[in-house]
T-cell receptor, first 119, second 111 residues
Framework: NAGVTQTPKFQVLKTGQSMTLQCAQD?????MSWYRQDPGMGLRLIHY???????DQGEVPNGYNVSRSTTEDFPLRLLSAAPSQTSVYFC??????????????????FGAGTRLSVL | QKEVEQDPGPLSVPEGAIVSLNCTYS??????FMWYRQYSRKGPELLMY????GNKEDGRFTAQVDKSSKYISLFIRDSQPSDSATYLC???????????FGTGTRLQVTL
């Protein structure tokens, strides 16, 4: 079991460039989410998905797109990178299937993160 | 005002000390409370979780929730240098999908 895998680990972009941050999990988790972590701001939710084909916005969705075509993958796209998007990005996943204990939803497993700098 | 407030630290303690980490929150709908530990340049990992009020103990770690005061705590007994990390509290309401995180407290345990 690899858990949650994020690629790349580091990336430097120029303002206006686009890119996709990859996230994959092999735990058959329904719920996946993207966070950004900035000093003094904690983890802020960007987008999340409760299953394949279903996505929704989090707290800070502007400038980011997501899609969920499979259970395993949840890529995050930066459409036109801006310096304000310089951050560490984390992908997380958890169970959320009906019938499982509610408490299981809370055990979110995080990837190792992608450090992004936008110049 | 943020929904979850957490002192960022840093908090420096000698090895063997008892550490107390705290968060306050304003949303009375929060029912699930968690503590994540994050080592430098790593992703957060779940350390403890509790439902509603009360205490939960796991080895050297005790999580405490006081819903009447909207206050949660994590106690670390016999702290070790390996406990040096950032500790994030997180919480959610019963029907919500998302977690709301505190900003994290950086802890350093010195020899």
């Amino acid at each position: 079991n690899a858990g949650v895998t994020q690629t790349p680990k580091f990336q430097v972009l120029k303002t206006g460039q686009s890119m996709t941050l990859q996230c994959a999990q092999d735990m058959n988790h329904e719920y996946m989410s993207w966070y950004r972590q900035d000093p003094g701001m904690g983890l802020r939710l960007i987008h999340y998905s409760v299953g394949a084909g279903i996505t929704d916005q989090g707290e800070v969705p502007n400038g980011y797109n997501v899609s969920r075509s499979t259970t395993e993958d949840f890529p995050l796209r930066l459409l036109s990178a801006a310096p304000s998007q310089t951050s560490v990005y984390f992908c997380a996943s958890s169970y959320s299937a009906p019938g499982r204990a509610e408490i299981a939803k809370n055990i979110q497993y995080f990837g190792a993160g992608t450090r992004l700098s936008v110049l | 005002q943020k929904e979850v407030e957490q002192d960022p630290g840093p908090l420096s303690v000698p090895e063997g000390a008892i550490v107390s980490l705290n968060c306050t929150y304003s949303n009375s709908a929060f029912q699930y409370f968690m503590w994540y530990r994050q080592y430098s340049r790593k992703g957060p990992e779940l350390l403890m979780y509790t439902y509603s009020s009360g205490n939960k103990e796991d080895g050297r770690f005790t999580a405490q929730v006081d819903k009447s005061s909207k206050y949660i705590s994590l106690f670390i007994r016999d702290s070790q240098p390996s406990d040096s990390a950032t500790y994030l509290c997180a919480m959610k309401a019963g029907t919500a999908s998302k977690l709301t995180f505190g900003t994290g407290t950086r802890l350093q345990v010195t020899l």
